[in-house]
């Protein structure tokens, strides 16, 4: 939004004709105001050694889009360009064209609050000035001069930025035609009124997130790792933005086999978590990470960033996902010669899998050429049970054997066990 600078200014009667243009170009940059009216101006009281005061008035603008659009923060710190605007009025031009002026240059310097969401105001300079000199054109007759400028003001924070200008310094220099100074530069104080100079800005920034998988060291985070199907895979992403805020938000980490696990971003900046189950097969899978904004409005290049961007997500890293060990846990029911004899079997992976294929459960009289064996195929739990009958009294030796599949290794177990009466 636009403010502007009305076309007269009230002189105190008296002041010389220097302090009084430098007075009325006087100005201070903003922000794109929220709910400012076009016309609204602020007055100065603007004074120079040995000379009366004088209250001016004047308008800025900030080359900034209307909330609820944002600039968004590339960097940090970064610089918005700012503009200034001003009258002189005709009675100063036309003292100035008769001491052989032609033409007036001008630079303001403010410090500006910057009245963070955190409450930590911080005070930067900013200096505005006119690009090149400003004619003053015909002054037979006293006629107003428009000055207008252009700044910058360093930008440092994500979130609603509310801009307060502080006292102004003005600088004003007169030239004539051929480019040289006329007098001594007038230079002019300003004080802050009571209701200083204020406005809005919504700065938006992008985020950057980096990831890790399988270690804490960021200097192996490109380096391929190897797990085991079912193996827990600890993770961690470190989230940030341009600006000294951390953000606010989740970190949503994601796997090729479709998992989600949403763990919230700590004060810095952090998201760790253990991925259990991971991987339910072998092979080649991806890990990565999505960044979720608390605030989509100010981080992550939200809907109404200007320009858009914004980057809440990392490239997957890829893991290697191998087989696995395998223990065939046995237990025997019916050790009593008038009971049927069961041999119970589950197949234990390494790490949280579930092993499927078939087992292979012999077994052999000890002292006697007696043999039994039985091939069953592993349920949904891993369990497979394979019965015998009554067995006579003696003492016995059972084998079983897990011939593995895509994801498990195979493996053996031997077992003892005596039949009673």
């Not at 060291?217 to 940030?240: C, E, K, M």
Request: hydrophobic share 40%.
């Amino acid at each position: 939004m636009r403010w502007t600078t009305p076309a007269h200014t009230v002189l105190a009667a008296g002041v010389a004709a220097a302090a009084s243009l430098a007075a009325v170009v006087a100005a201070a940059p903003a922000a794109t105001a929220a709910g400012a009216s076009a016309d609204a101006t602020t007055a100065y009281t603007c004074t120079r050694a040995g000379s009366t005061p004088v209250q001016v008035a004047f308008g800025f603008e900030a080359e900034a889009p209307e909330p609820p659009a944002t600039l968004t923060l590339f960097a940090s710190p970064q610089f918005m360009n700012m503009q200034m605007e001003s009258t002189v009025p005709g009675e100063v031009a036309k003292a100035a064209a008769d001491d052989g002026a032609t033409s007036v240059d001008v630079r303001v310097r403010t410090a500006f609050s910057d009245a963070y969401p955190s409450g930590q105001a911080t005070w930067r300079m900013s200096t505005l000035s006119t690009q090149q000199a400003v004619p003053l054109g015909d002054q037979t007759v006293a006629t107003a001069v428009s000055i207008t400028g252009r700044g910058t003001h360093q930008l440092l924070q994500p979130g609603v930025n509310d801009l307060r200008a502080g006292d102004l310094a003005v600088t004003l220099t007169f030239r004539d035609s051929a480019g040289s100074v006329v007098g001594s530069p007038a230079d002019l104080a300003c004080a802050t009124p009571a209701a200083p100079v204020s406005d809005t800005v919504w700065v938006s920034s992008v985020t950057h997130l980096d990831l890790l998988v399988g270690t804490d060291d960021w200097d192996l985070a490109w380096d391929v790792r190897t797990f085991g199907v079912g193996q827990p895979i600890p993770v961690r992403a470190r989230v940030g933005a341009n600006g000294t805020n951390v953000p606010t938000g989740w970190v949503d980490f994601t796997t090729s086999d479709g998992a989600r696990q949403r763990v919230a971003v700590s004060a810095d900046g952090s998201a760790v978590a253990e991925l259990a189950g991971f991987a339910s097969r072998s092979g080649a899978h991806q890990v990565g990470a999505v960044f979720v904004p608390a605030d989509p409005v100010f981080y992550g290049g939200g809907p109404h960033a200007h320009p858009p961007g914004g980057t809440n997500y990392e490239n997957p890293v890829y893991v290697g996902v191998g087989f696995v060990t395998t223990e065939p846990r046995v237990r025997v029911k019916g050790k009593d010669a008038d009971r049927r004899t069961k041999v119970r079997v589950r197949v234990a992976p390494e790490f949280d899998s579930t092993a499927t294929g078939k087992v292979k459960v012999n077994l052999r009289r000890l002292g006697a050429k007696k043999r039994w064996s039985a091939t069953r195929t592993l349920g949904s739990n891993a369990r497979a049970v394979a019965g015998f009958g009554k067995l006579p009294r003696g003492r016995y030796k059972v084998v079983v054997k897990y011939r593995g599949d895509d994801n498990h290794l195979g493996s053996r177990t031997v077992r003892t066990f005596r039949v009673r009466r």
